[in-house]
């Protein structure tokens, strides 16, 4: 598998109203998209700095993924996304060399991307996230 880039860093926060303002101040960029994932239950706020996309990731239930993260951990970096050629053969060279996945199969995500993610215990306790076009 060949990364090309980091694709994003996904932070969750607790109300993307808050942490747009300060984000767009602290990078000195306008947020350039905010869409609702309903799968994911998530709503998310993207910033390019260079290359590297920023994602503000708010829950949209307190059960989904979001959510239950800023129950356990708070506020913070949540992931890191890679961008690969294909995200499904991607996960199975992964899973090849013994990885964990929480993906078998790439699913659809923000910005039309296909993402597939990477169980932390496999990758030195972070979550990470393959995401191709």
Same mark, same amino acid.
Do not use: W
């Given at each position: 598998?060949?990364?090309?880039?980091?694709?994003?860093?996904?932070?969750?926060?607790?109300?993307?109203?808050?942490?747009?303002?300060?984000?767009?101040?602290?990078?000195?960029?306008?947020?350039?998209?905010?869409?609702?994932?309903?799968?994911?239950?998530?709503?998310?706020?993207?910033? &390019?700095?260079?290359?590297?996309?920023?994602? &503000?990731?708010?829950?949209?239930?307190?059960?989904?993924?979001?959510?239950?993260?800023?129950?356990?951990?708070?506020?913070?970096?949540?992931?890191?996304?890679?961008?690969?050629?294909?995200?499904?053969?991607?996960?199975?060279?992964?899973?090849?060399?013994?990885?964990?996945?929480?993906?078998?199969?790439?699913?659809?995500?923000?910005?039309? &991307?296909?993402?597939?993610? &990477?169980?932390?215990?496999?990758?030195?306790?972070?979550?990470?996230?393959?995401?191709?076009?």
């Amino acid at each position: 598998m060949k990364t090309s880039h980091i694709e994003h860093i996904g932070i969750a926060v607790k109300s993307l109203d808050n942490a747009i303002p300060f984000f767009t101040k602290l990078l000195g960029t306008e947020c350039y998209a905010i869409e609702e994932v309903k799968d994911q239950k998530v709503k998310t706020a993207f910033f &390019l700095v260079g290359q590297t996309k920023i994602e &503000l990731l708010e829950s949209t239930d307190p059960e989904g993924p979001i959510g239950k993260f800023i129950e356990k951990k708070g506020e913070g970096i949540h992931h890191i996304a890679f961008a690969v050629d294909n995200v499904n053969e991607s996960l199975k060279e992964v899973e090849a060399m013994g990885i964990t996945l929480i993906d078998k199969a790439g699913r659809k995500g923000a910005e039309g &991307l296909n993402i597939g993610f &990477l169980h932390p215990k496999s990758t030195f306790g972070v979550l990470t996230e393959l995401c191709s076009k």
